[in-house]
């Protein structure tokens, strides 16, 4: 006789509030093995119902005849509930993304632009070329308001070690690129909305990860890995000066040096920004050595 998966007559149960939950019900009939009752309940079951999508399920013998197992009979129960941040349980080779922005603080030199400069009336304002000039041929600069985009990539390999490219990755590999720019297009997709995240060479920088804790039931094994993104920028120019930055790469380093010179029209002395430079100041990795699935 082969295995049957009923619903039973009281089958629907559900909860409503913060926490909204709904339950089926079975009879699996055929077998005397609670593995194949739960296979032959989760082949059965729907995905979704009410809206809410299928998390777990569970047999218990009501009778069970190891030598005639055509008589055997097991009741099932799934459950269902919504998807949210804190409920979600991912499966094997799920990957999913959270990201956040916030703010901090930036120390620049120079400004987007100048709106305006101001003298005692019968004076002329003496050229700045530099945020909070001292006259002396040095520029202070000035502290403000930064953004920070960063997002975290959660990746469940199929098992803890080995060189499949499901597996993951050794743990000297990771840190390896901590603190380490893309060295080419980084592109990382949520497998669960199909939602995805391109970063062009060095515009990603990978903070740090995390790893271990409970032993998965499926022997799964999840890593959490920690990026921050600044864009590329182009075309920047330094107000006043006629110097262009054509480009800079997301986490280069971009500084003026400056000469002190004297302003004629002012009678004072100021600095001149002779030339603009932009450094390298991350080393790059390899991100594909993390093993992150780019399409779902």
């Known amino acids: 006789m082969a295995i049957t998966v009923a619903l039973k007559d009281d089958t629907d149960r559900g909860t409503d509030g913060q ?32 809206g809410r999508t299928r ?6 013998p009501i009778f069970v005849d190891t030598t005639n197992p055509d008589r055997c009979i097991w009741y099932g129960t799934v459950y269902y509930d919504r998807v949210t941040n804190q409920s979600l349980q991912l499966d094997k080779d799920d990957q999913v993304i959270r990201s956040r922005s916030g ?10 632009a100048r709106r305006g400069a101001y003298a005692p009336a019968g004076e002329t ?5 530099g945020i909070r000039d001292d006259g002396q041929g040095h520029v202070e600069g000035v502290d403000i308001h930064g953004w920070r985009y960063e997002f975290t990539v959660s990746r469940v390999y199929e098992n803890a070690t080995g060189a499949g490219e ?5 743990e000297t590999d990771i840190v390896a690129l901590l603190n380490h720019t893309n060295d080419a297009t980084f592109t990382v997709v949520d497998t669960i909305s199909g939602r995805s995240i391109s970063c062009q060479i060095d515009e990603c920088i990978l903070l740090g990860h995390e790893q271990g804790g409970q032993q998965r039931a499926d022997d799964g ?25 054509t480009e800079q790469h997301g986490w280069d380093f971009m500084w003026p040096r400056y000469a002190q010179e004297e302003d004629a029209s002012a009678n004072r ?10 450094e390298q100041v991350y080393h790059q990795g390899t991100f594909s050595g993390l093993k992150l699935l780019s399409s779902a």
């Open 19 to 50: 926490n909204k939950a709904s339950e089926k019900r079975y009879v699996i009939r055929g077998t005397a093995s609670m593995v194949d009752a739960l296979a032959a309940l989760a082949s059965e079951a729907p995905a979704t119902h009410n």
């Open 269 to 278: 002395l100021y600095a001149k920004a002779l030339a603009a430079y932009v």
């Open 166 to 170: 499901n597996d993951a990755p050794p």
């Open 125 to 129: 304002a003496p050229a700045a070329h």
């Open 103 to 112: 703010g901090g603080t930036e120390h620049i030199m120079v400004p987007i």
């Open 221 to 245: 094994f999840q890593i959490d890995y920690h990026f921050a993104v600044r864009p590329h920028q182009t075309n920047i120019a330094i107000p006043n000066t006629g110097i262009t930055v």
């Open 55 to 60: 998390r777990d399920w569970d047999v218990d």
